[in-house]
């Protein structure tokens, strides 16, 4: 929150990192993929606030366990329904400033959650994050791909691994500043969705220069058609989508009840919760970044397979340690679930040229829509039984990704010397 009052200063330095060189194709555009990162971290910094809120409005409004789930399932139902429409259409309407558009949705979401007077408000709160980041993930993922100079994985890991790092961030405000302020709080938060707001638009200043200085040049044949037959690309993007969501569905079901678990297991406070669900998140976002790094180092089906292994032994224990082992525990979770998402993304747009943005929607959207169903799923399983059989339950899907062995191996044509 402190660089909030030097934004205008923060802002005119970002615009002018940003621009464009003569030939913005050439070479890994490491301030635009740093603006890019600093957005989504802002961006899901403010999305994890709802899920950091989970306590006070489950307490402010009488909640059930499913009513939470039912805010998870609209904010990610939202996304998961509009980001593969905004992917498909601005893989053929580019729009250099949508992103500051989407931002827009998130502040008033933002809003509208520090005000509401009952359930159905902050529903609308949650639909109105989500449709936010409906527009900003599939079109920001485009821009890091174009960004990327070639080095496809660790761009996507640098975007992907400013929201991760939001995302653990959330908790940590929410504890900091909501908690002790109150709800109404959460108001203050729209002076950061401004700064986001700012920096896209120069990121959309770089985008639409790097359109026109593009315009004429024939895209190579490469980034217009895969090598794979019809039916090999079908059947890889079927079990890709199927690693995508169990990630999600497991990842989603820890953010949303993990601080109910300690709670309910251990009576451990709602500020350890607090702090142990910032343990995952960053983990989370330190996982990514690694799994983007050695993505093109060692190939993506190779760290598809070495984020399965690591992942499911430790999510099968964890139902059955300590506290102090359950930290221990979700912090490897994080790390290892977290390393496959760079190379599930770049391996689908390998497979997919020419539809990056429907690539980036429909799996950034589906593992949301997933995620969120499964929140209100789980909550209701939760509801006739209890917090910790839920978790018992859920240590057993990371196995899904045992599918993996289907995946065709592009790694030896692709793979970066």
Known sequence: MNS???????????????????????GTRFKVLGALSFSHFLNDMMQSLMLALYPMLKGDFSLSYAQIGMITLMFQFTASLLQPVVGIYTDKHPKPYALSIGMGF???????????????????????????????HPE??????????????????????????????????????????GRPSVGAFSAVALLAI??????????????????????????????LPKAAVTLSMTILMVLALSKAFYITSLNSYLTFYLIERFGASVSTGQFYLFLLLA???????????????????????????????FAMLLPYTNLEWTGIMIVLIGLMSASSFPAIIVYAQDIMPGRVGMVAGLFFGLSFGIGGLGAAL??????????????????????????TAFLPNLDKKHRRR
């Not at 896209?200 to 490469?222: C, D, E, F, Q, T």
């Not at 993506?300 to 070495?306: E, G, L």
């Open 4 to 26: 909030v009052p030097g934004a205008a200063s923060e802002l005119a330095g970002v615009q002018e990192k940003l621009k464009p060189a003569p030939d913005p194709a050439d």
């Open 198 to 227: 700012g920096v896209l638009w120069s990121v959309g200043n770089w985008y639409r220069a790097h359109r026109i200085a593009n315009a004429n040049k024939p895209a190579p044949a490469s980034a217009m058609h895969s090598d």
């Open 106 to 136: 998130t502040l008033v979401g933002l809003l509208v959650l520090a005000v509401a007077p009952s359930y159905g408000f902050v529903l609308l709160a949650a639909a109105l994050v989500g449709t936010g980041s409906a527009v900003f």
């Open 140 to 181: 920001s993922s485009r821009v890091a791909r174009l960004a990327s100079g070639g080095r496809h994985g660790l761009a996507q890991s640098i975007f992907q691994v400013g929201g991760n790092a939001g995302q653990a961030m959330g908790p940590l405000a929410a504890a900091w500043i909501i908690i002790p302020f």
């Open 283 to 313: 983990s989370v976002a330190v996982g990514t970044l690694l799994g983007g790094v050695v993505t093109d180092r060692i190939g993506r089906r190779n760290v598809i397979w070495i984020s399965i292994l690591g992942a499911a032994p």
């Open 378 to 403: 789980l909550g209701k399983l939760a509801d006739v039984t209890d917090i910790v059989y839920v978790y018992k339950v859920c240590s057993f899907i990371l196995l899904i990704g045992l599918l």
